[in-house]
Nanobody
Framework: VQLQASGGGLVQAGGSLRLSCATSGRTLTFSDHYMGWFRQAPGKEREFVAA????????DYTDSVKGRFFISRDNAKNTVHLQMNSVKPEDTAVYYCAARYYCSGYGCYKSPDYDHWGQGTLVTVSS
């Protein structure tokens, strides 16, 4: 199963961008999985950004993006989106979508132990 992230690009600080995640090849049903977005800036480790729980629209975010980024899932189209608003230069990174079926323990979806990953899409925020 391959996930495909898209929608990255160059955006000015304060602007908005919408990332999308879809599957290619063997289909993976997003509603049956915890779906997450992670990012990795140059020289830094990959970090959790947002997640949406399986079977429910419950979401969670890292503190630095709360109130600015919003994750959503379209079950009919089997896609997941990350709406990025009021972006900042520090949001510059490669963004990855990921899917995992099992998740045990509080905040487990924040760890990078996902089963499937997309190839990443670059977001560059200019000041």
């Amino acid at each position: 199963v391959q996930l495909q992230a898209s929608g990255g690009g160059l955006v000015q600080a304060g602007g908005s961008l919408r990332l999308s995640c879809a599957t290619s090849g063997r289909t993976l049903t997003f509603s049956d999985h915890y779906m997450g977005w992670f990012r990795q800036a140059p020289g830094k480790e990959r970090e959790f950004v947002a997640a949406i729980m399986k079977y429910a629209p419950t979401t969670d975010y890292t503190d630095s993006v709360k109130g600015r980024f919003f994750i959503s899932r379209d079950n009919a189209k089997n896609t997941v989106h990350l709406q990025m608003n009021s972006v900042k230069p520090e949001d510059t990174a490669v963004y990855y979508c990921a899917a995992r079926y099992y998740c045990s323990g509080y905040g487990c979806y924040k760890s990078p132990d996902y089963d499937h990953w997309g190839q990443g899409t670059l977001v560059t925020v200019s000041s």
